[in-house]
C-alpha cells in the first residue's frame, strides 16, 4: 500500500484484512447484512481504482488481473444488501 502512495501501509492492510472477516462472519451468519456490505463494497471498489483498472477487463487475460472479478463481486454484494429487509418482513418470506 505504500508503494501505491498510501502512509501506514501494514496497520491500513491489516484494518482492510480485519474489515473483510468481521463483514464476511456477519454475512455467514446473516447479522448487520446491509452494514457488512459496506466495508466489502469499498475494499472492492477501491481494489479497482487502485490496481486493476490499469490491468484491463478480464482477470485472466494473460495473468493480468482486471477489474471482471470485482465488479461482479460488487454487483453480488449489492444484490445482497438489496435483499436483506427488516426482520418482520424475512418472517413473511419464510411463512411464518
Do not use: C, Q
Amino acid at each position: 500500500m505504500e508503494a501505491a502512495g498510501f502512509p501506514y501501509g501494514i496497520p491500513l492492510v491489516w484494518l482492510i484484512t480485519l474489515s473483510e472477516l468481521v463483514a464476511g462472519a456477519l454475512l455467514i451468519l446473516g447479522l448487520y447484512v446491509r452494514w457488512a456490505t459496506i466495508p466489502l463494497l469499498i475494499i472492492a471498489s477501491m481494489g479497482i481504482v487502485i490496481i486493476h483498472r490499469h490491468a484491463g477487463w478480464f482477470v485472466g487475460e494473460h495473468g493480468t488481473g482486471g477489474s471482471e472479478y470485482s465488479v461482479a463481486l460488487i454487483l453480488l454484494l449489492l444484490i445482497v444488501a438489496a435483499s436483506d429487509g427488516p426482520p418482520s418482513a424475512k418472517m413473511d418470506r419464510n411463512g411464518a
